[in-house]
């Protein structure tokens, strides 16, 4: 894990299994109960808490660090998500939304954390 920051890589741990929760309750029929789907939810929900407890006890992280990082992850996976496998259409606020939390971890990088 050398190659990789460890809030990059935790973060990134952490939204696949959130945007994956997300296309799969999207895509769960309609009229089957939630509750048929808890042998999935629960994995999901639980490798993402604690990805995320990873993220933000991550050495020389601090909590909004991991937020950006967070935060970029889970929306760029969703936006990739809406517009190669689901074909939505993307909002312009949603795309405006990703260019800001580009514009943060620049940021970040040049005033240091």
């Known amino acids: 894990m050398n190659f990789i920051h460890p809030t990059v890589f935790w973060g990134l741990a952490a939204a696949v299994p959130a945007v994956l929760a997300e296309y799969l309750y999207r895509m769960w029929p309609v009229g089957t109960p939630w509750w048929h789907g808890l042998w999935l939810w629960v994995p999901l929900q639980l490798s993402i808490g604690y990805c995320i407890f990873r993220l933000v006890s991550a050495p020389g992280t601090t909590l909004l660090d991991a937020f950006i ?5 889970t929306t760029a996976m969703r936006v990739f998500v809406s517009v190669m496998v689901l074909h939505d259409d993307v909002k312009p606020g949603t795309w405006f939304a ?5 514009m943060a971890k620049i940021a970040q990088s040049f005033w240091g954390r």
């Open 98 to 102: 990703l260019g800001l939390l580009i």
């Open 69 to 73: 990082v967070w935060a970029f992850s």
